[in-house]
């Protein structure tokens, strides 16, 4: 008799056999990877507490890697000294010089003469067949324009317009291949951020200058009376032979074109100011398109709403513009604005108090000249615009009010 185990124990048992030793694999590779896991887990903790306690150079000290120092750049990279071995260029210097590399030769300086005068100032490539942003005073002189690139190359340059109230102008070169600027929209400026300035400060020709933002959207009245606004200010130092020249960030973008310091002594004092390079590339281009820039204005002459004007007239609200007087018979008038009655000394001014207080434009909210500056600048003489305005307490709205043309002149009109 045959006493062999049947074909299906046998099988059974090599497959319970299997089983076994799959199922004992298992745990065996799972004990392992728990043990890996909490090695893994005690690790990070440790390399944790040592980042704590000593930061990065401790855990590089850890892998082996000494280091005298560390530097740290605007784009989060990471440079070392080790050994002893420094490197020539600190992360902030390696920036600043690659932005005078990278942007000097899109900086130019501008000769203006005449018979009786001559002036010098900086301009900015914005475009590769030769046309220049600059200041308005930078060639309001009049005259021939010559302009030297950073190679030493000379160009005669034409005069395309200007516009006086932004203190922008566009002058021209024949010539390709230029290299013009990149930008970056000032609207993604904050305080604190690093800013260069390039230009020939007393013909110090193509000097570079390293600071920050210090505000943002200030106000300045420059020395014909007309205001300024939405401008940078900056440290960076600027002095006479910078105006025209770009501001540019870290990366090499300019931000803002240099236009005015303050000063009690005609130099530097850490307080500049540029124009944002939204402006600039607004007004350029209406100027290379049109040749001048033309904008509206309200034909008054009004103040902007301060806590001191609010509490001695007792007005019933606090932000907006007081219209002092209206020109007779001009628009504004013949619209219905009115303007005050009782005369007040205000600073070296004379306002009128009891007039309209302008609170919207079409509905768009006025709280100050910025606001003002902001909605004109779309704006045309030709247009007419609805105005809201605060009366002897009650809100009225003045129905297609005509503009007359935006000038230096009605500009002052503007009192602050």
Same mark, same amino acid.
């Given at each position: 008799?045959?006493?062999?185990?049947?074909?299906?124990?046998?099988?059974?048992?090599?497959?319970?056999?299997?089983?076994?030793?799959?199922?004992?694999? #298992?745990?065996?590779?799972?004990?392992?990877?728990?043990?890996?896991?909490?090695?893994?887990?005690?690790?990070?903790?440790? #390399?944790?507490?040592?980042?704590?306690? /000593? /930061?990065?150079?401790?855990?590089?000290?850890?892998? %082996?890697?000494?280091?005298?120092?560390?530097?740290?750049?605007? &784009?989060?990279?990471?440079?070392?000294?080790?050994?002893?071995?420094?490197?020539?260029? $600190?992360? @902030? &210097?390696?920036?600043? =010089?690659?932005?005078?590399?990278?942007?000097?030769?899109?900086?130019?300086?501008?000769?203006?003469?005449?018979?009786?005068?001559?002036?010098?100032?900086?301009?900015?490539?914005?475009?590769?067949?030769?046309?220049?942003?600059?200041?308005?005073?930078?060639?309001?002189?009049?005259?021939?324009?010559?302009?030297?690139?950073?190679? /030493?190359?000379?160009?005669?340059?034409?005069?395309? *317009? $200007?516009?006086?109230?932004?203190?922008?102008?566009?002058?021209?070169?024949?010539?390709? *291949?230029?290299?013009? #600027?990149?930008?970056?929209?000032?609207?993604?400026?904050?305080?604190?951020?690093?800013?260069?300035?390039?230009? $020939?400060?007393?013909?110090?020709?193509?000097?570079?200058?390293?600071?920050?933002?210090?505000?943002?959207?200030?106000?300045?009245?420059?020395?014909?009376?007309?205001?300024?606004? *939405?401008?940078?200010?900056?440290?960076?130092? =600027?002095?006479?032979?910078?105006?025209?020249?770009?501001?540019?960030?870290?990366?090499?973008?300019?931000?803002?074109?240099?236009?005015?310091?303050?000063?009690?002594? *005609?130099?530097?004092?850490?307080?500049?100011?540029?124009?944002?390079?939204?402006?600039?590339? @607004?007004?350029?281009?209406?100027?290379?398109?049109?040749?001048?820039?033309?904008?509206?204005?309200?034909?008054?002459?009004?103040?902007?709403?301060?806590?001191?004007?609010?509490?001695?007239?007792?007005?019933?609200?606090?932000? %907006?513009?007081?219209?002092?007087?209206?020109?007779?018979?001009?628009?504004?008038?013949?619209?219905?604005?009115?303007?005050?009655?009782?005369?007040?000394?205000? %600073?070296?001014?004379?306002?009128? =108090?009891?007039?309209?207080?302008?609170?919207? #434009?079409? %509905?768009?909210?006025?709280?100050?000249?910025?606001?003002?500056?902001?909605?004109?600048?779309?704006?045309?003489?030709?247009?007419?615009?609805?105005?809201?305005?605060?009366?002897?307490?009650?809100?009225?709205? =003045?129905?297609?009010?005509?503009?007359?043309?935006?000038?230096?002149?009605?500009?002052?009109?503007?009192?602050?």
């Amino acid at each position: 008799m045959d006493k062999r185990p049947p074909l299906s124990r046998i099988i059974l048992a090599a497959c319970l056999a299997v089983v076994t030793v799959a199922v004992l694999v #298992l745990l065996s590779l799972w004990t392992i990877g728990i043990s890996q896991e909490k090695r893994s887990e005690d690790l990070r903790r440790e #390399l944790e507490r040592v980042g704590r306690e /000593g /930061g990065e150079r401790a855990l590089l000290a850890l892998g %082996g890697y000494e280091v005298d120092d560390i530097f740290y750049s605007d &784009e989060g990279l990471l440079l070392f000294e080790e050994g002893g071995q420094s490197w020539r260029y $600190s992360a @902030d &210097e390696m920036q600043n =010089i690659k932005v005078f590399e990278r942007c000097a030769a899109s900086v130019v300086e501008i000769y203006v003469s005449s018979e009786l005068s001559a002036a010098m100032g900086c301009g900015v490539v914005i475009t590769s067949d030769g046309y220049i942003v600059t200041n308005t005073h930078v060639v309001s002189q009049g005259g021939d324009l010559t302009v030297r690139f950073m190679d /030493g190359d000379q160009r005669d340059a034409r005069l395309v *317009g $200007s516009d006086p109230i932004t203190d922008i102008a566009v002058i021209k070169v024949d010539g390709e *291949g230029l290299a013009p #600027l990149s930008f970056m929209s000032a609207e993604e400026l904050v305080v604190g951020q690093k800013v260069i300035a390039i230009g $020939s400060p007393y013909g110090y020709s193509w000097s570079q200058s390293v600071g920050t933002v210090a505000a943002l959207d200030r106000t300045v009245t420059s020395g014909d009376g007309v205001s300024l606004s *939405g401008l940078i200010q900056t440290d960076a130092l =600027i002095n006479p032979g910078n105006s025209g020249g770009p501001l540019l960030d870290a990366k090499g973008r300019m931000v803002g074109l240099v236009t005015a310091i303050y000063s009690t002594s *005609g130099s530097a004092q850490g307080i500049s100011f540029a124009i944002p390079v939204d402006t600039v590339v @607004d007004i350029a281009s209406r100027i290379i398109r049109d040749g001048s820039v033309s904008r509206g204005t309200l034909d008054i002459l009004s103040v902007e709403l301060n806590p001191m004007i609010v509490d001695y007239a007792r007005l019933p609200v606090d932000e %907006g513009i007081l219209v002092s007087q209206v020109v007779p018979a001009g628009q504004a008038d013949k619209a219905g604005l009115r303007g005050g009655t009782r005369r007040t000394a205000y %600073g070296s001014s004379v306002i009128y =108090i009891g007039g309209d207080i302008i609170t919207a #434009l079409d %509905g768009v909210p006025i709280s100050g000249y910025s606001d003002y500056y902001a909605f004109m600048a779309d704006t045309s003489s030709t247009d007419k615009v609805d105005v809201t305005v605060v009366r002897d307490g009650q809100t009225m709205t =003045i129905r297609n009010v005509p503009l007359v043309e935006q000038t230096v002149e009605n500009m002052r009109w503007l009192i602050r």
